[in-house]
T-cell receptor, first 115, second 116 residues
Framework: ETGVTQTPRHLVMGMTNKKSLKCEQHLGHNAMYWYKQSAKKPLELMFVYSLEERVENNSVPSRFSPECPNSSHLFLHLHTLQPEDSALYLC???FGGGRSYNEQFFGPGTRLTVL | EDQVTQSPEALRLQEGESSSLNCSYTVSGLRGLFWYRQDPGKGPEFLFTLYSAGEEKEKERLKATLTKKESFLHITAPKPEDSATYLCAVQARLRYGSSNTGKLIFGQGTTLQVKP
């Protein structure tokens, strides 16, 4: 195990539903990330939180809303999603905010299907 | 524009048949090149970090090398359990804020299949 957990592991939702993805890291890191991985495409960075402050949102649609209440927990709130949002959503954590490098460690991901 | 290209897209090897995976990159000010392994339905697993040209790192049957324009992941005498997708990523500076927290730019990956 990498020390980063995600729940749920699988999620099926309709386009009108509201759901949340949860990520927790046990590595003592202070930066957390959400990535989207679609079939046949590279991992795409969605959001970065460093020291609990969002530093980049990478032009993600507003139907995705992140929340980082502390350095160990990260949420991704979902509402009125589209079928093309179906993908594997990955959380990662690292040291940041002053270190010269940041190896990111990933959780197992949430497989999201939007009907 | 920061970019990472991996080749080949897919590679099939017989057990024991050594080969190399390529990762070509363009980035303004390389702050680290990372290799990950990803099994189907799972998150990427960290393998190596390389920081400067000429650097090499090894782990079991894997060896990663770095030049100013590309990195290679050499697989020596692979086994079926080495079958996975191998991802390469470079660290780029974020566009906003003063934090040194970087963003990873990933390639599309090389899917390796090792047959017994």
């Amino acid at each position: 195990e990498t020390g980063v957990t995600q729940t749920p592991r699988h999620l099926v939702m309709g386009m009108t539903n509201k759901k949340s993805l949860k990520c927790e890291q046990h590595l003592g890191h202070n930066a957390m990330y959400w990535y989207k991985q679609s079939a046949k495409k590279p991992l795409e960075l969605m959001f970065v939180y460093s020291l609990e402050e969002r530093v980049e949102n990478n032009s993600v649609p507003s139907r995705f809303s992140p929340e980082c209440p502390n350095s160990s927990h990260l949420f991704l709130h979902l509402h009125t999603l589209q079928p093309e949002d179906s993908a594997l959503y990955l959380c990662a954590s690292s040291f940041g905010g002053g270190r010269s490098y940041n190896e990111q460690f990933f959780g197992p991901g949430t497989r999201l299907t939007v009907l | 524009e920061d970019q990472v290209t991996q080749s080949p897209e897919a590679l099939r090897l017989q057990e024991g048949e050594s080969s190399s995976l390529n990762c070509s990159y363009t980035v303004s000010g390389l702050r680290g090149l990372f290799w990950y392994r990803q099994d189907p339905g799972k998150g990427p697993e960290f393998l190596f970090t390389l920081y400067s040209a000429g650097e090499e790192k090894e782990k079991e049957r894997l060896k990663a090398t770095l030049t100013k324009k590309e990195s290679f992941l050499h697989i020596t005498a692979p086994k079926p359990e080495d079958s996975a997708t191998y991802l390469c990523a470079v660290q780029a500076r974020l566009r906003y804020g003063s934090s040194n927290t970087g963003k990873l730019i990933f390639g599309q990956g090389t899917t390796l299949q090792v047959k017994p």
